[in-house]
């Protein structure tokens, strides 16, 4: 293998060599423990809240509503279920002969959540443990294209609900959701809303403000950061209670000794990527709209799923017709490229992509799917490596397939 090309950024990205240097002395140096009041805590603690002031100014938020997380699942998980508390609502965990949903004798309580077939599993396996405990979910269709209707949800909400979910930006197919149009239907209803931005965070200019977010999702492995920490962004006087029970950090809302060094990377990782997102943008958006079309042009029967436009800038989605996703993932590994064939959370799976059928895609073609997602470093010579290998596997596989041979005798 005389070569190696890295096309799985939705998955996890290569932590900065800048990031990890600022990482390091909080290793070493400056070890601390943050609750400490010696002088190797108070710095590490100094460390923490300036990560804290920077992540908050790239969205317009306030220092104090940025919470530090293990990572955006986490992050889903606390939204989600401490929202569903914030009802009257007690979300207990599975103990024999313990009764799933209690609420206040003459509370009206409030017990509907909508959110979308396309989720992250964050957010669909935590609605379905909250379905257990007696909370109402309705999961809302998308168009062809991957994106929510606005009038069906406006048709969705009850008066009893009392979150709205929807992801910023969709991890498989790139599609992106008209999240202030959301924010602005949630507001007028009195209705939480919370996305997952974990994808779509230092690609897309956010503003929480502007958008009407009251929660947002985030994790720094995605943007160059390391991986196992994330934070979640909670709206100023919203009274969210706390997802893991201890000690008094991040407010008395997370308890457990902090993450310094993670923390420090990931407000070093969020400064870099949003201080670079618009040249990096650009630089990713051409060469994804070139794959695109070369992909397109030169491989028949093929399909790029997600909107043609409104989708991340680093992001390419094809269903190969008369392929199988998971040989082409293997033979593209022989020959040094990276790609994935969905969500890097639901790998070793034999069921195709929820998000695939959820636009209407039949399970063979789903099963068919190649996702592409670029970087800053990505070259136009690695995608044209790559357009040049996809094109040849394919055609290899589909010379082995009964089922591609009979459609060529058929047309």
Request: aromatic letters at 8%.
């Amino acid at each position: 293998m005389d070569k190696f090309i890295y096309l799985d950024n939705a998955a996890t990205t290569k932590t900065s060599a800048s990031v990890v240097e600022a990482m390091l002395p909080y290793f070493t140096e400056y070890y601390g423990n943050a609750s400490g009041i010696y002088s190797i805590g108070v710095k590490s603690r100094e460390a923490v809240n300036e990560s804290r002031r920077t992540i908050a100014a790239t969205i317009g938020a306030r220092p104090e509503e940025i919470y530090f997380t293990a990572g955006g699942t986490e992050s889903d998980n606390w939204a989600l279920r401490a929202a569903a508390e914030m009802t009257g609502i007690t979300v207990f965990e599975n103990q024999p002969g313990d009764r799933a949903v209690t609420a206040n004798s003459g509370f009206h309580r409030k017990n509907h959540i909508i959110t979308t077939k396309i989720e992250h599993h964050a957010i669909l396996h935590t609605c379905e443990y909250l379905e257990k405990r007696g909370i109402q979910v309705t999961y809302l269709n998308v168009d062809e294209n991957g994106i929510v209707k606005l009038e069906e949800l406006k048709k969705a909400i009850r008066p009893e609900t009392f979150l709205i979910s929807v992801m910023f930006a969709n991890n498989e197919i790139g599609s992106l959701q008209p999240i202030r149009e959301i924010g602005e239907i949630a507001q007028e209803h009195g209705i939480l809303f919370h996305t997952d931005a974990v994808q779509a965070y230092g690609q897309l200019p956010i503003d929480v403000e502007k958008l009407h977010i009251d929660l947002m999702s985030a994790s720094a492995h995605k943007l160059n950061g390391p991986k196992g920490v994330g934070f979640l962004y909670i709206r100023r006087n919203l009274r969210l209670g706390s997802f893991i029970h201890g000690g008094a950090q991040e407010r008395h809302r997370r308890a457990g000794t902090e993450n310094v060094p993670g923390i420090v990377g990931f407000g070093q990782a969020a400064k870099e990527a949003c201080e670079s997102m618009q040249k990096r943008a650009e630089h990713e958006r051409v060469l994804r709209d070139y794959l695109i079309d070369r992909v397109l042009r030169e491989i028949p029967y093929t399909r790029l799923n997600g909107h043609r436009e409104k989708r991340l800038p680093n992001n390419a989605n094809f269903s190969f017709q008369f392929v199988e996703g998971e040989t082409l993932l293997i033979m593209l590994d022989m020959e040094g490229i990276c790609g994935s064939s969905g969500s890097a959370c639901t790998t070793g799976s034999l069921d195709p992509s929820h998000v695939l059928l959820a636009i209407g895609l039949p399970d063979d073609l789903a099963h068919g799917s190649l996702r592409l997602t670029l970087s800053a470093e990505t070259t136009r010579e690695e995608i044209d490596i790559t357009v040049d290998t996809i094109k040849r596997i394919v055609e290899r596989l589909r010379s082995m397939s009964p089922q591609y041979e009979d459609f060529c005798r058929r047309v």
